[in-house]
């Protein structure tokens, strides 16, 4: 048996739709594996009833099948789906892991991000890899056609939860087709404010580089009470907040003396649009980790 746990990450970061990921410290999920004739799904956990075991439904069964690892898999959820914090991306990626452990594929981690992003298309219907490379390799990447660029980065982070789902599908469906020379131009600058930051380690330019014009309106009217749990977090001390991935999570970054108040303030904030929150007090963090081999 290969036992892997792999982190929960946030996608886009605002300015970085689609490029841009981190690894959370907390919260994870963790992925059970062991030889078998032909692959079979158990799993247990947060939000584990509204997860498919079939194989061709699953995203670990995607990921088995471009191994061809057939195998028992047992994924114990900590990462709710639907929750905007790659909760599949997870599951994909320890489960990439966990496999290549243990058929010796003898992949690298980088060679892993496509395999385990084949997972991802199984639940948004494209293969991206903003999430599940953050997931594999840890700290703050950049993922590309061209391949991905890590960055050891550590920030203080909060993320904040609430009791509502936004599918990653409604969450694209929303993304405008066009955007103004002026929006774009803006983006570009705050998504190199966001990549300095993080080489700097530097939470305030973090901060300053997640406003984004163009997507993060968009999904932020998915998500009820979003526009107060923002400038609930900013007036606490964040030094930027933005939506998580698709969604409805909210991320926001902080100096690590804030964060406690920027949690509260998020789930009052929350509280006060009738919609139950918790939150994570977090950072950016490292990859998925074999246990067991």
């Known amino acids: 048996m290969v036992t892997v746990r792999a982190p929960a990450t946030s996608a886009n970061l605002g300015s970085g739709f689609d490029v841009f990921g981190v690894a959370l410290d907390r919260p994870a999920d963790v992925v059970h594996v062991e030889r078998a004739d032909r692959t079979t799904i158990e799993v247990t956990g947060v939000g584990s009833q509204y997860i498919p075991t079939d ?33 599949s991306a997870a599951s994909s990626a320890a489960a990439a892991l966990a496999l290549n452990e243990l058929y010796d594929r003898g992949l690298s981690r980088e060679e892993l991000v496509p395999v385990a992003a084949e997972g991802e298309a199984v639940v948004s219907g494209e293969a991206h890899a903003d999430n599940v490379a953050p997931a594999l390799l840890g700290g703050f990447t950049v ?39 002026e929006d774009i131009v803006h983006t570009v600058g705050r998504a190199a404010t966001l990549s300095v930051g993080m080489c700097r ?23 009820t009470g979003y526009n107060d749990v923002r400038s609930s977090a900013l007036a606490a001390g964040a030094d930027g907040v933005t939506v998580s991935g698709a969604g409805p999570s909210v991320l926001a970054v902080c100096g690590e003396r804030d964060r406690t108040r920027v949690a509260a303030a998020m789930v009052e904030a929350f509280d006060g649009a009738d919609v139950a929150a918790r939150a994570y007090k977090t950072r950016v963090g490292s990859g998925a980790e074999v246990f067991d081999i």
Request: glycine content about 8%; proline content about 8%.
């Open 55 to 87: 194989p061709d439904r699953n995203v670990v069964g995607a990921v088995a099948e471009a191994l061809d690892a057939p195998a028992h898999i047992r994924i114990d959820k900590g990462v709710r789906p639907s929750s905007g914090l790659g909760s």
């Open 201 to 223: 380690r530097d939470p305030a330019l973090v901060g300053a580089g997640m406003d984004d014009r163009i997507v993060t309106p968009a999904r932020a009217e998915l998500i």
């Open 143 to 181: 993922a590309t056609d061209e391949g991905v660029t890590t960055v050891d980065a550590d920030i203080p982070l909060v993320a904040c939860l609430p009791e509502i789902a936004v599918s990653t599908r409604d969450a694209r469906r929303v993304v405008p087709d066009t955007a103004s020379m």
